[in-house]
T-cell receptor, first 112, second 115 residues
Framework: QKEVEQNSGPLSVPEGAIASLNCTYS??????FFWYRQYSGKSPELIMF????GDKEDGRFTAQLNKASQYVSLLIRDSQPSDSATYLC????????????FGRGTSLIVHP | EAQVTQNPRYLITVTGKKLTVTCSQN?????MSWYRQDPGLGLRQIYY???????DKGDVPEGYKVSRKEKRNFPLILESPSPNQTSLYFC??????????????FGPGTRLTVL
């Protein structure tokens, strides 16, 4: 069973702060990683994709990948109340399958 | 508009009454999947399909059936629903691209209650 672990939270940060969300995975051969955002009652939407070790920045979002340590993180700078949502980490398994395994998600609350 | 549609969006039914949740995508994607989402358990995969007539079990397939007779459609069938299948169901489609990029496009969800 390939595992993707996330702290369920909630993670509470003040508006304007940096929110840091973490994800670890068990399949050492995994090659590509995703962060989805899901608002309550809505479907998940992709916000970040990363496949190389290091950082990838897109606006206020930065994804960080460390394959040796088998973790991927998401930083949200200048957090806004509209960022309050559940963030799902997804990992493509090794072996050529393009069916990702999702973590349980971390609930983020940004308070004014 | 590129989209994944699911029907119905909401369904209340009784134990044992067969039901089908439809899923359709208009993006010509090869991959389609069904997930259920329960509080505290995240998204769990039920079944997936990598192409027409090719389906496989996910992590929680018991009590469900699927078929993929056409590329665009991937219905989820509950032959004899039970209360433990009360959940929020999502259909998703994707098409793998270079570099392992396969964004999952999700439908709006179907909230199922089995009494």
């Amino acid at each position: 069973q390939k595992e993707v672990e996330q702290n369920s939270g909630p993670l509470s940060v003040p508006e304007g702060a940096i929110a840091s969300l973490n994800c670890t995975y068990s399949d050492r051969g995994s090659q590509s990683f995703f962060w989805y955002r899901q608002y309550s009652g809505k479907s998940p939407e992709l916000i970040m994709f990363i496949y190389s070790n290091g950082d990838k920045e897109d606006g206020r979002f930065t994804a960080q990948l460390n394959k040796a340590s088998q973790y991927v993180s998401l930083l949200i700078r200048d957090s806004q109340p509209s960022d309050s949502a559940t963030y799902l980490c997804a990992v493509n398994p090794s072996g050529g399958s393009y069916i990702p395994t999702f973590g349980r998600g971390t609930s983020l609350i940004v308070h004014p | 508009e590129a989209q994944v549609t699911q029907n119905p969006r909401y369904l209340i039914t009784v134990t044992g009454k067969k039901l089908t949740v439809t899923c359709s995508q208009n993006m010509n994607h090869e991959y389609m999947s069904w997930y259920r989402q329960d509080p505290g358990l995240g998204l769990r995969q039920i079944y997936y399909s990598m192409n027409v007539e090719v389906t496989d079990k996910g992590d929680v397939p018991e009590g469900y059936k699927v078929s993929r007779k056409e590329k665009r459609n991937f219905p989820l069938i509950l032959e004899s629903p039970s209360p433990n299948q009360t959940s929020l169901y999502f259909c998703a489609s994707s098409s793998p691209l270079a570099g392992g990029y396969n964004e999952q496009f999700f439908g709006p969800g179907t909230r199922l209650t089995v009494l």
